[in-house]
């Protein structure tokens, strides 16, 4: 099934090319992203992505050429086109085309649709290995394209069988290249509220969890994490994932935790149950 594209105004497919080379995205590195999907059809979650993505431009001082209602129009008729039932919407905003290399004029807005992400449910269920890694973003509540470390560092996971790197400096966590972090100690849930990307499905974590358990939000210390009884990362493509190694050591009996897989299973049904 052929995906679209939609880029200043236009819909197009998704293999035309878009960006001149003179854009601050590709010279300078200077530009955001988002992503997202549906479920049952319907985007998730939406107001809190766009919320963020608002954030993110106004944070690298870049206006957003269409407003909250177009680009709800913009993604309904690109997932009509596609025909898919279900799928994912990339949002790239860049500095746009720079006469001198440096100066915002006008950004450019791309929105691509893709196939959903491929799942790991045995990630989910028997849990995944990090490394650390000492290093905090810039910029880190700005979802930005700037994922060097994490290209860097790619053959490095490969190599010793990791799915993504911990974020750690000055004995602080932060999160992971995509992703956050929590951790629980007894039925105290820890997770970080600074040097992050305040993550979607780390605020629906948050309010699941909250019925259950005690939670807070606030630094948390690399020994925290290292010693926890379960530790966990969310995302929009990772869901609840329990984290059963941190380099070398076991987190807790080095299996995916209860309370973690109790957080998981509310995370399913909801999406399950989401836009019925």
């Keep these: 099934m052929p995906y679209y594209q ?8 998704l293999d035309q090319p878009v960006f001149q080379t003179n854009d ?20 998730f979650r939406w107001d809190d992505y766009w919320q963020r993505f608002e954030n993110s431009a106004r944070l690298l001082k870049l206006p957003l050429p269409v407003t909250q209602r177009e680009t709800e129009k913009i993604l309904a008729d690109l997932h009509s086109i596609t ?14 085309y720079a006469p001198d290399g440096v100066h915002v004029v006008q950004p450019n807005f ?16 028997k849990g995944i290995k990090v490394l650390p ?14 994922y060097v470390h994490m290209v860097l560092m790619a053959d490095e996971l490969k190599r010793r069988q990791a799915a993504d790197l911990l974020f750690h400096k000055d004995g602080e966590v932060s999160e992971l290249t995509r992703s956050n ?15 992050i990307l305040n993550g979607v499905t ?13 939670v807070e939000i606030r630094p948390v210390s690399y020994k925290e994490v290292i010693t926890a009884d379960e530790v966990f990362t969310t995302s929009t493509t990772k869901w609840v994932m329990p984290v059963v190694q941190i380099g070398d050591q ?9 309370r973690t897989l109790h957080l998981q299973q509310k995370f399913e049904e909801l999406v399950a149950r989401w836009g019925k």
């Design 181 to 195: 972090l929590f951790a629980f100690r007894g039925d105290k849930l820890i997770t970080s509220d600074r040097n």
């Design 24 to 43: 601050l995205g590709l010279l300078r590195g200077y530009g955001l992203f988002d992503f997202f999907r549906t479920y049952n059809g319907v985007p």
């Design 250 to 258: 076991p987190v807790g009996n080095g299996q995916a935790g209860a």
């Design 6 to 13: 939609y880029f200043n105004g236009e819909i197009i497919s």
């Design 202 to 214: 780390r605020r629906v974590a948050i309010e699941l969890a909250k019925a259950d358990f005690e």
């Design 83 to 96: 025909g898919e039932p279900e799928v994912a919407f990339r949002f790239v905003l860049t500095g746009g």
């Design 133 to 146: 890694y000492e290093y905090v973003r810039d910029l880190p509540e700005v979802k930005t394209t700037n």
């Design 110 to 125: 791309l929105i691509r649709t893709e196939a959903l992400p491929q799942d790991n449910p045995a990630g989910r269920l």
